[in-house]
């Protein structure tokens, strides 16, 4: 199975400011995404990070917000901007290797935001 | 609206004994089910997985049912061992978006008593 590097694995950060967290993959993947989890919640799918074209996009979350970058199949980063308490989450990179359905994630980064 | 439940948020259990995790979902079209588990710090792990066309799948000491008119699902961990405390997430798909889009629960807590 494929091997997710993610950092930084925790930050505390302060109210307004911004965020990126980046997932490193070990094998080209086509499929990457990213995932919340709040307090208590369920994993939520922010968006599909997309090489060489702009992320797809869950209902209830937006670009300006949540912006994403994927040069290439085996890295992706998530901005988490402007931010404020209630983005207080563990966020999760994760990918589909192409020969499976399986969905395997990288470590999370737990964000409190003060 | 939560598609996938998870109703019980913890559940501690003897050693040796056998750990019953449920799962209820709302969406008919579900076809495909899995079970997570994570430790802490760490991002959730495959465990096991059934389509809807079995009504139950077994890898060792961990086995799955699901019953489709009920639209319930079960995790059965027998003996249940330390190691296999843990959060346990149950996650279903609609048919051809497979792991591209996965719907979680909430997760319940596995406490296993040495």
């Known amino acids: 199975s494929a091997v997710i590097s993610q950092k930084p694995s925790r930050d505390i950060c302060q109210r307004g400011t911004s965020l990126t967290i980046q997932c490193q993959v070990d094998s080209q993947v086509t499929m990457m995404f990213w995932y919340r989890q709040q307090p208590g919640q369920s994993l939520t799918l922010i968006a599909t990070a997309n090489q060489g074209s702009e992320a797809t996009y869950e209902s209830g979350f937006v670009i300006d917000k949540f912006p994403i970058s994927r040069p290439n199949l085996t890295f992706s980063t998530l901005t988490v901007s402007n931010m404020s308490p209630e983005d207080s989450s563990i966020y999760l990179c994760?990918?589909?290797?192409?020969?499976?359905?399986?969905?395997?994630f990288g470590s999370g980064t737990q964000l409190s935001v003060l | 609206d939560q598609q996938v439940k998870q109703n019980s948020p913890s559940l501690s259990v003897q050693e040796g004994r056998i750990s019953i995790l449920n799962c209820d979902y709302t969406?008919?079209?579900?076809?495909?089910f899995l079970w997570y588990k994570k430790y802490p710090a760490e991002g959730p792990t495959f465990l096991i997985s059934i389509s809807s066309i079995k009504d139950k799948n077994e890898d060792g000491r961990f086995t799955v049912f699901l019953n489709k008119s009920a639209k319930h699902l079960s995790l059965h961990i027998v003996p249940s061992q330390p190691g296999d405390s843990a959060v346990y997430f149950c996650a279903a798909s609609e048919p051809w978006t497979g792991a591209n889009n996965l719907f979680f629960g909430t997760g319940t807590r596995l406490t296993v008593i040495p």
């Open positions: 994760s990918v589909v290797e192409d020969t499976n359905e399986k969905l395997f």
């Open positions: 969406n008919s079209m579900f076809d495909y």
